[in-house]
């Protein structure tokens, strides 16, 4: 592993997508940008999860528990400071049923 830098950071040489997920280079990359990613995440993922409620979940209380539920699991990913990997799981499980609510609310 090359470091390009005092701090060394990792370098992350060219793969293609599904070899670079589950390389072990990309997510120390991850964890090196983790004070830089988690705001990112927090406010797409929060925000998004905020019109879900709004709009998608309505007075359903299954729906209300289940995006309120899975945003609440996201924030305590971020707090508990689990790896970077775990919290990509959650953002990514917390937006596909988020959008399926507001897909669902259109319809």
Known sequence: MEANSIISRPVVKEQNLLSKLNSESFWEEME????GLTPILLISVVCLSSVAMAFGAGSFDLRLILTAGLSM???VTI???LPMKWIFKIA??????DLILLIA???
């Open 105 to 107: 609310a259109i319809f």
């Open 32 to 35: 090196f940008s983790r004070f």
């Open 79 to 81: 707090l508990a400071l």
């Open 92 to 97: 990514a499980v917390t937006v596909v049923v």
């Open 73 to 75: 699991s996201f924030l």
